[in-house]
């Protein structure tokens, strides 16, 4: 059965980002299968996409299904924090960003995202990259396991989670996605066992964001981004959880201020210029129509921010 992934906040998304000016530029700097990008394609039709993403099996897909549109698209398969602090092109007038991973991670990939699933324990996006989910939890230290959970999956039983990894690994190593979830289902108390969420996904994110890095890169891109914007160009954020969302807002916030003294300085004397306005002073979500015929887009927040014209 093929799976599609279903662009989240696709008719938000379409018009925030509406190009202002004749044969313009966007950068979808998660291309994934190409969903949000061929919406853009099809309604902007003088508009050109560059795309781009780090998983070379998924750009692939998104170089077949938006082959039709010629040279009006270009993927590139890269970090998106890696190719815009190299960007010294054409300013573009959108950047998007809809963070995290696809519906294909789960359910094609073969890579050990999903924990209903029995595959190698590996999530890496780049598959070039020096370790996977298997080095981590079959070599790490108790401490730096349970580290990683807590920080990127807030989850509360990161500890008794890390040391029954390690108990088991000491027995043998951790190869399988199931085998990680069953360690974990055991670890954890019998109530949150049977609670809203399965007891795995808090522990399968940080896992994931870990082995790629995933929250070091969002704040230095989305920074980047705002540099690179022609002026009254926009960028856009699609997060899916707070550890994702909150650089963001944090992030705009600075730079609609300009102004980067520390909060205890009597007056501004960094002379910082504002760079962007802020459109979404709260984050627009999915529609209730929306998450009932999509239920991932459920946790979903879009910002979107306006380069000023008169930014230097
Ligand atoms: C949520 S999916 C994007 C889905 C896409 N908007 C669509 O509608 O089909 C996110 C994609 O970004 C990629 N990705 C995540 N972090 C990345 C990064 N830092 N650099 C490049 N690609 C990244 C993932 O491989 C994944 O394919």
Redesign the pocket.
Known sequence: MEYM?H?VLAQEVLEQLSPPAKNPLMID????????ALLFLERYPDLRVIG????PH?IEKAKKRLAPFKERFTAVN????EYLTAYDQEAPSAILF?????IYHYEESGRGFSFGRSEDLDMR?DPSAPFSVADIVNTFREKEIADIIFTNGEERYGRRIASAICNYRNKQPITRSDELAAIIRQAVPASYRYGRIHPATRTFQALRIAV?N?LD?IVPAVDRAIEILRPKGRVAVISFHSLEDRPVKHLFRKRADGCVCPPEAPRCTCGGKPAITILTKKPIVPSEQECQENPPSRSAKLRVAEKLEDYP
Do not use: M, V
Not at 29 to 36: N, P, S, V
Not at 78 to 81: A, N, S, V, Y
Not at 98 to 102: A, R
């Open positions: 992934h662009p700097c998660t291309l994934g299968e190409g969903g949000h781009l993403d780090r998983d998924i890269t970090w998106f924090d809809d963070l995290g991973i696809s996006l790629n995933e890169r």
